[in-house]
């Protein structure tokens, strides 16, 4: 055993909250619909209905997803009148999720 290599990366180590989170946020995109909706919204905010045409899933289900995907905060709702549009929540999630689409189309 080498121990200023093990010293090196207990130092590096996050607290356990952060390391629980970021687990919960790879479970969370572990769905495939929830990847799909993710992928609609990286370009252009979108309503649920407009997320449901282009996926062919139904309103109730895209919002079920999109209810996941909010308390993960990887997406963010903007209300106009009655309508919500809902887009990526920030550059962090869109720098995520384009390495992960990197990574398995370069992998």
Partial sequence: M?????????????????????????????????VRILLALADEELCVCDI???LGMTSSAVSHQLRILRTARLVRARKEGKMVYYSLDDEHVRGLFAEGIRHVEDG
Avoid at 5 to 21: G, H, K, L, S, W
Avoid at 28 to 33: A, D, M, N, W
């Fill in 52 to 54: 449901a045409a282009a």
């Fill in 2 to 34: 080498n121990q200023e290599r093990v010293a090196r990366t207990r130092a590096r180590m996050r607290d356990e909250e952060t390391i629980v989170a970021l687990a919960e946020t790879f479970k969370v995109l572990s769905e495939p619909s929830r």
